[in-house]
């Protein structure tokens, strides 16, 4: 992907484990980036206003939506995409809860909220329905209802508690 | 269902979860092709107007831009879409909507322009430059605006804006029941217009081989053989030379069954380009183009005696069909309405008449439920504003008026195929202690807590559906589903679905059914979809057929390769036909187990075809078209307790709980998850949901920021309960559990919380039940004042 708005910028960063180095229009966002460039397409792009979340990628250990962040602005930046969340082969123990209690349906909104419970459940290892129901606030699931998708991250607290990696 | 439960009644994980967990699922957007070109679509400026001028000039002139195309340069080369239910004995109007518009624009999410340039952002930049000149028509909006003398008139073929004028009555006449009643009660509703917005944005690419002269699009399809047949049509090429991919959907509830503007034009720019085009849509466009659902006026009288005893039901109906038919719009405010309106009922009248009415807006069609949730909110909503008439408790008006037993021919001549419905209905009661809550509401009054129970009984007719009646209703083609299962010579097993699931889980489901059947494990089992050259033709997933047609195709096709494995094991282990038994995936003697050969060894011999009886072909694979003779007719109860806030009126839920009847469950697992995604569905038209256009027709809610999609903290739990009476007329007893929770959500909680509100007068408030609505409500009826709030 081309496009225009001026010169392009040299960026180097980390995504899943692996040194990156590229040369990017300024405007590109980080979610094309990945897509297209890297062709790291688990990450969805699902609105053009910051709202469903679909987007959602780990940066410098945080959740961010990939949307609202320049390509620029990741440089020299660690990410973390779906695609680097089992580790030799092993689903992560958000992934298997999403799996053991049906967590998803069409599965466009899945790494995305599996992205932010990764970020927040290192955050809040023992929450209430309450507090994940406000974790995931900011991505939107038109499929499960958000029902199992709450009783999955509540098993998946339970199975990182228990050493399960995270 | 003959054999063996291995699997069938199972939680089984799903199999496609795998892939979509680690982010390897591929959906059209992922798809990276050589050579591949971007297209993005201006849209009109304006809701109603014609096209005086376009000037493309400077936007040709950017750098990467390959072309920028108009109506005028697809008015003669592709035709217009149309609707493919063409609604017989209504006078249905022969709607075109071209795929780029000409001369006029008819609501904003029409195309008026086309840019392909070498990436996305040079296209997005370029359709800022290209110029339009418009001049407005007058707009309208508004349905019952729309059928006065005078209104404007959007097009030529339908004169006062009507698309088709659709009557239905059945039993007895209304007029007469209503002379014989005590009461009859008449309410104004209104059926707010709804957006489906599936979180996966609608997509296609496109990529034409000219040596071949074969085009291949993937396309965010529920129904992608639908999508050849009609864009194999609309582009003049050869059926056979299109090929339909729909990978992985993100979603659909209806808005990807019909055939777009879009996808066509991606193929015809494909194919003259010599170039792979993709087109993504924005959100925004999504909100503008893809269809919304519901927006019906309906004019309800309910004729019913003091016992509470519904005599008869007359609804008037206008429904908002947008600026075009789509490819299902006719039948969905009329067939899967009008025919519902007497409910699990013992109603003697129903008498229907709808108007389908265009105006300068997003066409309307099929979103889930699709006229069922429409016909159960009116049932449903009345029977509570009988009830509160009458002075009884609203479970007891359903009490008088339920069907004790079925098969039942309702008087709209449906005959309903089985159920317990009564039974359903006191499950759900107790399971959700109706009368404990029935208690706390009246003491917690006291305390000044606004607390409301609300009740939905429902019946829907599902597994669309028999040709014969699909065709007397003017659809297009027959709603049977297909399958092609093939075993290959390691007893692997591949099963090619005409159905399409993107979602709900038959990837999982159809092999729990074929491993049963074979005797295989589930991990041997791989289910196919979405691929015109692999699968045989197929309807599609939609109206929860998927699992009561398209599995039973899938098991009668097993069934078909069992009996012709019998006769090979026959022949391999020397013995009568009649003499083999079948039992945990092995052949054997009748008396003598030991003389046994397993489903794989006689799938070997199928191609090794050495020891075939002699009338007996090589291979081992069945094609079944399963047209069923009936609907099936899912059932059930819910029951919604909520809370209204007194000082901020919010509404929270306290408690929902559904009893459904979908016949035998195939995987418990995977239909509750149905439930509780319809069940929010359901919730959100209750409470949030709500498209707004302002008088220009501009869609005021056109994106997620001004559109209330539920988030988690909106909604509640949903506990799901199943009772299973099998549908007496599928091999597989299934009815169908996609859209039973849409359809009883909204009346079961918009019942809660008038019911909340009941001591205060308020009989009625118009969906969403949003704060301002309610407060609004209970401001012009004047009794702000008892709740302590003089405001």
Known sequence: ?166 | MAGERRYIGRRIKRKEDLRLLTGRGLYVDDIHLPGMVYAAFLRSAYAHARIKSIDTSRAEKLPGVLGVFTGEYFKDKVAPLMTAWALTNADLKPIKWPVVAYEKTRFTGDIVAVVVAEDPYTAYDALEAIEVEYEPLPVVVDVEEAVKPGAPQIHDEAPGNVAFHWKFRGGRDFEEVAAEADLVVKKRLINQRLIPAAMEPRAAVASYNPGTEELTVWVTSQNPHVHRLIMAGSLGIPEHKLRVIAPDVGGGFGSKIQVYPGEVIVARLAMDLGRPVKWVETRRENFLGTIHGRDHVDYVEVAAKKTGEVLGVRVRTLANMGAYLGTAAPGVPTILFGLMLAGPYKIKSVDVEVKGVLTNTTPVDAYRGAGRPEATYILERMLDVLARRLGMDPADVRRVNMIEEAPYEAVTGLLYDSGKYREVFEKALKLAEYYRWREVQSEERKRGRLIGVGIASYIEMSGLAPSRIARATGFGLGLWESVLIRVHPTGKVSVYTGSHPHGQGEETSFAQIVADALGVSIDDVEVVHGDTEQTPFGMGTYGSRTTPVGGSAVYKAAVRIREKARKIAAALLEAREEDIEFSEGRFYVKGSPEKSVTFQDVALAAYTAEKLPPDLEPGLEAVVFYDPENFTFPYGTHVAVVEVDPATFKVKILKYLAVDDAGVIINPLLAEGQVHGGVVQGIAQALYEYAVYDESGNLLTAGFNDYMIPTALDVPDVESHFVETPAPHNPIGAKGIGETGTIAATPAVVNAVLDALAHLGVEHIDMPLTPYNIWKALKESGVLAKLGKGR
């Open chain 1, 1 to 166: 992907m081309e496009g225009d708005g001026g010169g392009l910028i040299e960026v180097t960063m980390r995504v899943n484990g692996r040194e990156v180095k590229a040369r990017v229009p300024p405007r590109m966002l980080l979610v094309h980036f990945l897509r297209d460039v890297l062709g790291l397409t688990g990450t969805h792009v699902g609105c053009d206003t910051s709202n469903c979340g679909a987007c959602t990628v780990i940066m410098n250990g945080k959740a961010v939506k990939s949307c609202t962040v320049y390509v620029f602005m990741a440089d020299g930046a660690d990410i973390l995409t779906v695609e680097g969340l089992s580790e030799d082969g092993k689903l992560h123990p958000i992934q298997e809860a999403f799996w053991d209690n049906h967590g998803l349906q069409c599965g466009f909104c899945t790494p995305g909220m599996v992205m932010t419970l990764y970020d927040f459940l290192g955050r809040n290892p023992d929450p209430t329905e309450e507090e994940v129901r406000e974790a995931i606030e900011g991505n939107l699931c038109r499929c499960t209802g958000y029902v199992n998708i709450v009783r999955s991250a509540l098993d998946a607290a339970q199975r990182m508690k228990g050493g399960g990696g995270g």
